[in-house]
């Protein structure tokens, strides 16, 4: 078999383009298989990747049935430890695609192969990126790219209410060893050791009544029985603002969890990312009332805020607790993350307004012991990295 190239690159053949050619290669043999006559592809345009994972848009040169015009492939390393991106991105897929076309907020899976570790997926087109939106120069589509996103995430919740069997039952059947959700694993471990890490970096200690609200917040995270599918990360990378609203991308974490830790996300938009700017105030309230808005149908009990504001401010406090503990180690260093220009906020800003958003959350929430120790982690921030540290620009888009 072989892959037609048209109109790719110069420097196609190249060693450089080989990862892109196996992936090919290997589209046009699970779509062949699968279709019983042959696929030839074309065109590949590298479209990224996460780690060593390949991505690649593909044109349909021939083929004896009715395919779109274009495909995207995804394929995927082997897994390392208990981490395995290709078992939750093919599980997603499957799980989402069986959804009707009218509530599907995802590509179509058009087919995948274990063997290979590749997905071939619908081709959503070239609509910017929510990332593109906000470090654009219009606020107004900005802000109506982040609204969109909420309601998206709303809507797929909503729609994906209970399915924490069909979606065990599909990882079973992949035949993967890893865990359902691969942040729960993390969100132990920094219950266990940001304590300890806090106070050898930068001398704070965690209160015992702080420890119990992040142990309570823990607890409820694994016990919530409002769960639904969680694309996992939200960096604005991965969300397509196209012109029936937002559609989301890559599943390399997606499982089925507690979606109030979902609803973070907007209060402190990003968590699981580096690149974030501010956004202007009140916007993530906003994004947080078109989020209830869509789950308010199958969750009736999240529109009392005696219920809702509380798990909230524990789903916070797990997500800044989770960024401390991963970044804090590398804090230091100059690293490149997704899409962030040169003039990006360092990761220390980053952090530092986490915390301070935390702070002020749980002052309004009346959690008088984890404002403080918030406050104890700010001012341990103010004085490794300055003042500046506390102030996070805003995107671009709304300067």
């Given at each position: 078999m072989?892959?037609?190239?048209?109109?790719?690159?110069?420097?196609i053949?190249d060693?450089?383009?080989?990862?892109?050619?196996?992936?090919v290669?290997a589209?046009?043999?699970?779509?062949?298989g699968?279709?019983?006559?042959?696929?030839r592809?074309?065109?590949?345009?590298?479209?990224?990747?996460a780690g060593?994972?390949v991505v690649v848009?593909?044109r349909?040169?021939?083929?004896?049935?009715?395919?779109?015009?274009?495909?995207?492939?995804?394929?995927?390393p082997?897994?390392?430890?208990?981490?395995d991106p290709?078992?939750?991105?093919?599980?997603?897929?499957k799980?989402l695609?069986?959804?009707?076309?009218?509530d599907?907020?995802?590509?179509?899976l058009?087919?995948?192969?274990?063997a290979e570790r590749?997905?071939?997926?619908?081709?959503?087109g070239?609509?910017?990126?929510?990332?593109?939106?906000?470090?654009g120069s219009d606020?107004?589509?900005?802000?109506r790219?982040?609204?969109?996103?909420?309601?998206?995430?709303?809507?797929?919740?909503?729609?994906?209410?209970?399915?924490?069997?069909?979606f065990?039952?599909?990882?079973r059947?992949?035949?993967s060893?890893?865990c359902?959700?691969?942040?729960a694993?993390?969100?132990h471990?920094?219950?266990?050791?940001?304590?300890?890490?806090?106070?050898?970096a930068?001398q704070?200690d965690?209160?015992g009544?702080?420890?119990?609200f992040a142990?309570?917040?823990?607890?409820?995270?694994v016990?919530s029985r409002?769960?639904a599918?969680?694309?996992s990360?939200?960096?604005?990378d991965?969300?397509?603002?196209?012109?029936?609203?937002?559609?989301f991308?890559?599943f390399?974490?997606?499982?089925?969890?507690?979606?109030?830790?979902?609803a973070?996300?907007?209060?402190?938009?990003?968590?699981?990312c580096?690149?974030?700017?501010?956004?202007?105030?009140?916007?993530?309230?906003?994004?947080?009332?078109?989020?209830r808005?869509?789950?308010?149908?199958?969750?009736?009990d999240?529109?009392?805020?005696?219920?809702?504001?509380?798990?909230?401010?524990?789903?916070q406090?797990?997500?800044?607790?989770l960024a401390?503990?991963r970044?804090?180690?590398?804090?230091d260093?100059?690293?490149?993350?997704?899409?962030?220009?040169l003039?990006?906020?360092?990761r220390?800003?980053?952090?530092?307004?986490?915390?301070?958003?935390?702070?002020?959350d749980?002052l309004?929430?009346?959690?008088?012991?984890v404002?403080?120790?918030?406050?104890a982690?700010?001012?341990?921030?103010v004085?490794r990295?300055?003042?500046e540290?506390?102030?996070?620009?805003l995107?671009p888009?709304?300067?």
């Amino acid at each position: 078999m072989s892959v037609e190239i048209t109109a790719g690159p110069a420097d196609i053949d190249d060693a450089d383009h080989s990862d892109l050619l196996a992936a090919v290669a290997a589209a046009e043999s699970v779509l062949s298989g699968r279709f019983g006559a042959q696929v030839r592809l074309a065109d590949p345009e590298r479209l990224g990747g996460a780690g060593r994972s390949v991505v690649v848009r593909v044109r349909v040169a021939s083929t004896p049935f009715s395919l779109p015009r274009t495909l995207v492939v995804k394929r995927y390393p082997s897994a390392v430890a208990d981490r395995d991106p290709f078992a939750h991105e093919a599980v997603s897929h499957k799980l989402l695609t069986a959804l009707p076309g009218e509530d599907r907020l995802t590509p179509e899976l058009v087919a995948q192969d274990s063997a290979e570790r590749l997905v071939v997926l619908e081709d959503l087109g070239k609509a910017p990126r929510l990332a593109e939106k906000l470090l654009g120069s219009d606020a107004r589509a900005a802000e109506r790219g982040l609204l969109s996103w909420a309601h998206a995430m709303g809507r797929l919740h909503a729609t994906t209410a209970g399915r924490d069997a069909d979606f065990d039952a599909l990882m079973r059947r992949q035949g993967s060893q890893c865990c359902a959700d691969p942040i729960a694993v993390d969100v132990h471990a920094a219950l266990a050791g940001l304590p300890t890490l806090l106070a050898e970096a930068w001398q704070v200690d965690t209160p015992g009544p702080v420890l119990e609200f992040a142990e309570q917040a823990v607890r409820a995270f694994v016990t919530s029985r409002r769960r639904a599918f969680s694309p996992s990360t939200s960096c604005p990378d991965n969300h397509l603002v196209t012109s029936k609203g937002v559609r989301f991308l890559d599943f390399e974490g997606g499982c089925v969890r507690d979606i109030v830790f979902d609803a973070a996300c907007l209060r402190v938009p990003f968590p699981s990312c580096w690149c974030p700017y501010g956004l202007p105030a009140g916007m993530s309230e906003a994004m947080v009332a078109a989020w209830r808005a869509e789950v308010s149908g199958v969750w009736p009990d999240l529109d009392d805020d005696a219920v809702f504001l509380p798990k909230l401010l524990e789903a916070q406090l797990l997500w800044v607790w989770l960024a401390t503990w991963r970044g804090l180690p590398r804090l230091d260093l100059a690293l490149p993350s997704g899409h962030r220009p040169l003039d990006s906020p360092p990761r220390s800003t980053v952090l530092a307004s986490r915390w301070v958003r935390l702070r002020a959350d749980a002052l309004a929430a009346g959690a008088k012991p984890v404002a403080a120790h918030a406050e104890a982690v700010v001012d341990a921030l103010v004085s490794r990295y300055g003042s500046e540290s506390v102030e996070l620009p805003l995107y671009p888009a709304f300067r």
